[in-house]
């Protein structure tokens, strides 16, 4: 690349979502032009104040109760057409917007809930919720063709990396079977908590596995399918872990044991 | 109830107005409720309740206004797609990177600069750098290409930029 690096794959770069292609060539450009360096760093410096000063205002505690009285109401009122004997495909529907925006909102309307729904069914709706935005993320990751924040085999280099951007810590598993290696990592949002996402390969098959601090009192889910990919899981006092990959789902548990031993010295009790 | 933060804060700054910004939330869930069967499961929830509230925000009284707006500021890019004169692409810049944190580190200089962008330039960089989306989740909530998110991200930050250089003389070719 002798021409300088347009003003656009200088955002692309910094955003990470650079393709790999090109990545290669910018890189190689960098190394040996100050101009572009000093104007990388630039559009660096600014993403990050720009996230800083645009995190500028939060919901009164008002608002906050009056949302979450729309969607109790919201779903009493689905309940009520239940009750009258309607049982139409569209009811269903609205239950579901009304479950959904509960789980999603995860407001105190969920003690109504459980009047109706078991706890187990509540957790069971919240996981899907969950997994159903890991695997957007997992499949934006093999689509995105960039490389992750951290490229690094070395898992001394990866849990550090996350130093002062989690509010929690997590282990890597030394040991990895022969075709299974730790390709990097970055750092994502579940639920707009931050998350440690963990970019793993066996064989071809990539893996994402997304870290989170423990917010609830729910089991891991068993191993499941959604949308042809394997989801696999566990948590500790302090984390929940959900894999994600269209690998061989014995391979992914295997994975996800190493992951969980490393946490806590012992072996993850089969599901 | 994690993602109403990340709403109410990008509807403040689109309308700049704590009672506004209450109602489009307000409004972005009831549409969500009863919206829900149109939810594709599996496709991404957030940038689907952030669609609905920039479309709620665009048929709002100051979401309109903005929306002439909008229109002025694509006129002076050019109906081409030509770089905007007030704020070209491939601007070089002329500061050295300590002078671009010193800038940087004044958060009230800014935030007053982010104010003074258009809504289209505010709202991608919002999207981009505040609630770290991927282009192609700000394409699908601002129903646009990705190379047109690309092209507003980079005249956003050059907007920024120039303002932080030259906050007056900027902000009136902001608003000319």
Redesign the interface.
């Known amino acids: 690349m002798s021409d300088h690096i ?3 794959q200088l ?2 770069l910094v ?1 990470g ?1 650079m393709p790999r292609d090109q990545l290669a060539l910018a890189e190689q450009h960098l190394a040996e032009c100050a ?1 572009c360096t ?2 990388a ?3 660096s ?16 505690d008002t ?2 109760t ?3 009285e ?2 109790r109401q ?1 779903s009493r009122s689905r309940r009520g057409t239940a009750g009258s004997g309607l049982s139409s495909p ?1 009811w269903l ?2 239950v ?3 479950a ?2 509960l789980l ?4 105190g309307g969920m003690a109504m809930w459980n009047h109706h729904q078991s706890e187990a069914d509540v957790a069971s709706a919240q996981h899907a ?1 969950l997994e ?2 890991m ?2 993320q997992h499949i ?1 990751t093999l ?2 063709d960039s490389p992750p924040q951290v490229i690094s085999s070395d898992r001394h280099t990866v849990k550090p990396w996350f130093q002062g951007k989690l509010p929690f810590s997590f282990n890597l598993p030394e040991n990895l079977p022969a075709d299974t290696k730790l390709e990097g990592a970055d750092l ?2 579940i ?3 931050p998350a440690a996402l963990l970019l793993y390969s066996i064989g071809k098959h990539r893996v994402s596995v997304f870290v989170t601090q423990r917010t609830g009192g729910t089991p891991a889910p068993g191993p499941s399918d ?2 042809g990919f394997h989801v696999a899981g566990f948590n500790t006092r302090d984390l929940d872990a959900i894999a994600v990959s269209d690998v061989d789902p014995g391979r992914l548990s295997g994975l996800v044991g190493l992951i969980f031993q490393a946490q806590s010295g012992v072996t993850l009790p089969a599901k | ?6 709403l ?2 990008l509807a ?2 689109l309308s700049r107005n ?1 009672t506004d ?2 109602d489009l ?2 409004e972005t ?2 549409k ?6 149109a ?1 594709e ?6 940038a689907w ?1 952030f669609r609905i509230l920039r479309n709620t925000y665009l048929t709002s009284v100051t979401g309109l206004a903005a929306t002439r707006t909008v229109a002025l500021e694509d006129e002076v890019a050019g109906p081409d797609g030509a770089p905007d004169a007030a704020y070209p ?5 002329r ?3 300590e002078i ?2 010193l800038l ?2 004044d ?1 009230a200089a ?2 007053a600069a ?1 104010e003074k962008l258009p809504s289209p330039l505010l709202e991608v ?2 999207l ?3 609630e ?1 989306m ?4 700000i394409a699908t909530v601002l129903e646009i290409p990705i190379g047109t998110v ?2 507003r ?2 005249r956003s ?2 907007a ?2 120039k303002l932080l250089e030259h906050p007056v003389t900027r902000a009136k070719e902001v608003r000319a």
């Open positions: 347009s003003s656009q955002n692309a955003d979502e101009a000093s104007q760093l630039a559009q410096l600014l993403k990050a104040a720009t996230k800083q000063a645009g995190l500028r205002y939060r919901p009164t608002l906050e009056r949302i979450g729309i969607v919201h569209a529907s609205l579901g917007a009304a959904a925006i999603v909102a995860s407001i919720a159903t935005e695997l957007d934006a689509a995105a994502t949002y639920h707009g908590q959604r949308a | 109830m994690p993602l109403l933060p990340s109410y804060n403040l700054w704590s910004a209450e939330v307000q869930f009831l969500a409720l009863r919206g829900f069967a939810f499961p599996g496709s991404n929830f957030k309740i692409e491939a601007a070089i810049d500061q050295t990177p671009n944190l940087l580190s958060r800014l935030e982010m960089i919002l981009c750098d505040v770290d991927k282009y192609k989740e690309m092209s991200i980079a930050r050059a920024l930029r």
